[in-house]
């Protein structure tokens, strides 16, 4: 690796993402939403003092997933590690509704109960990244993301070389970042951008699943389809 990022990399704009919703929302997806959504929103203000104190029970660290997706990797995580606080981010609301359908059974939406260690966020992810105080996260997830396949589309990826001084200003010194994709156009991206630095350390990086990362529908599909996963392991130095 080297001291130095690719110069002068292209702007990134405020929003990675299109649209919000694909197909209409049932009346369960509706209720959850507007039910269930505000009780387990992390403020802005919460993020940008104390998110670990935002959590309704006591944690002892707190983690970051990008793009949970249809929310199996986020709520696998929340129940096999309960000291831990885990922020979801997601702006599309049929996987938003997705994690809230595995978190409280249908009727339960207003009064079930609710995992203490477990808070979304469901603006652009960058936005909250860039409000936490300075090593509040000990581990961060970027499981499949949009690879934004097209060389004008690349300034929308999350690994970016614009945002890895913010990344590694949010994740204490030692902390992890798992990146998983099985797009081969963002595995050469994330060899070039990650190469091109020195704020990360590979510790890893796998053609299997590692033992403890729960799967994702997105990775099932890879394998369905014959597309090769890679799964890194980065450390902030």
């Known amino acids: 690796m080297t001291d130095e990022t690719p110069a002068s990399p292209p702007p990134v704009p405020d929003r990675l993402y299109g649209r919000r919703r694909g197909h209409p929302l049932r009346p369960r997806q509706q209720a959850l939403l507007d039910v269930t959504l505000p009780r387990l929103r992390l403020s802005a203000e919460a993020a940008a003092t104390s998110p670990a104190a935002a959590f309704p029970g006591a944690v002892k660290e707190v983690w970051l997933e990008v793009g949970f997706g249809g929310g199996e990797h986020s709520f696998a995580q929340i129940q096999a590690n309960p000291e831990v606080g885990l922020i979801a981010s997601e702006v599309f609301e049929n996987g938003i509704c997705s994690l809230l359908n595995k978190v409280v059974p249908e009727g339960g939406e207003a009064t079930a109960p609710l995992p203490p260690n477990l808070l979304l966020w469901t603006e652009d992810a960058r936005r909250l990244i860039r409000s936490l105080p300075e090593g509040s996260l000990s581990r961060l997830f970027l499981m499949f993301p949009d690879p934004w396949p097209k060389a004008r589309h690349a300034k929308r990826r999350f ?48 053609l299997l699943r590692p033992e403890g990362w729960p799967g994702t529908r997105y990775e099932a599909k890879a394998l369905r389809e014959g597309r090769q996963p890679m799964y890194w392991v980065w450390r902030r130095v």
């Open 159 to 206: 690994v970016h070389p614009s945002i890895l001084p913010e990344l590694a200003r949010a994740i204490r010194p030692g902390g992890e970042w798992r990146i998983a994709t099985d797009d081969p156009t963002y595995q050469d991206w994330v060899v070039e951008v990650m190469g091109n630095q020195a704020l990360f350390e590979r510790v890893s990086l796998d």
